[in-house]
């Protein structure tokens, strides 16, 4: 009987320490979310660089005006966005009431299958052929697809997931509207997440407000991001969970978004 063990580091920090910023003279790190709530420690943590008297930390003003440029509607719904069946029809509906009123590109985000395959299946035949679904159409194609139909003036609306929050650049009319179905937390499923929080737990700690809501932050920040994309874009951002206006948690998701103008509906 042979029996093979593989193990994992649950934290990347000591192995960055240990086999890159001990064997570097100098480092300089960018991204438009090394912050998460407003603050630089999630990531110091996370890149093994906490309490390194050596790292020092910057955040430089945009040169957006995210106040003018951009609003934040929250559309809360009745329904709790944890029970998954209830809230998603409730959703659904608010979120084809705004669609209706998309003139030109937007981009929705979803956080599962389940909940796009709802949205796809209650388009109304108005609305069927505006729709670009990521699931249907390799990347590249989706994409050069819905930059043609905005140029030749037609509305265009991208149904995605995780990957189409995250470094998607349709600047101008391409993305005037980003709908945000519900907080994009991590699978409860997830076994990396798992581990670490039962670490954390074994220790005394915290998971959910050391962990769940710092990468919550910084996920919700980048699918925010897809909305101004240049000084002279102008958006709304749209977020259907009522978590992000009615917890203390939810205070801090917002303490990371860029400083739009907040409209609760």
């Known amino acids: 009987i042979v029996v093979k063990a593989h193990a994992s580091p649950i934290l990347p920090g000591a192995a960055l320490r240990r086999h890159l910023w001990s064997h570097v003279r100098g480092a300089v790190l960018t991204s438009a979310t090394l912050t998460s709530c407003g603050q630089f420690d999630f990531f110091m943590h996370e890149s093994g660089l906490h309490g390194d008297a050596a790292a020092s930390t910057l955040e430089v003003a945009s040169p957006f005006n995210y106040a003018a440029q951009g609003t934040l ?4 719904t009745h329904a709790d966005p944890k029970n998954a069946a209830a809230f998603s029809a409730e959703m ?5 009431n705004d669609l209706a009123q998309v003139e030109y590109g937007a981009l929705v985000l979803f956080t599962s299958r389940e909940q796009l395959r709802k949205a796809v299946d209650a388009l109304p035949t108005a609305l069927r052929a505006s729709v670009l679904v990521q699931t249907a159409l390799p990347r590249t194609q989706l994409l050069a697809r819905h930059r043609e139909r905005v140029a030749d003036g037609q509305v265009s609306i991208i149904f ?3 990957s189409f929050g995250e ?3 349709l600047p101008g009319r391409l993305c005037e509207s980003v709908f945000i179905t519900k907080l994009p937390f991590a699978p409860p499923d997830d076994p990396v997440g798992e581990a670490r929080a039962e670490w954390l737990r074994a220790v005394g700690r915290d998971p959910f407000s050391e962990l769940v809501v710092p990468a919550t ?4 920040a980048q699918w925010a991001g897809r909305a101004i994309r240049t000084e002279d874009d102008q958006a709304h951002i749209y977020c259907y969970d009522k978590r992000l206006t009615r917890t203390s948690y939810g205070q801090r998701l917002l303490a990371g978004l ?8």
Request: proline share 7%; net charge neutral; hydrophobic share 55%.
């Open 167 to 169: 470094g998607l650049d």
């Open 258 to 265: 860029p400083p739009f103008t907040l409209v609760r509906r």
């Open 73 to 76: 509607i929250a559309a809360e």
């Open 92 to 96: 659904v509906e608010a979120l084809l």
């Open 217 to 220: 932050a910084m996920r919700l």
């Open 160 to 162: 995605g997931m995780q």
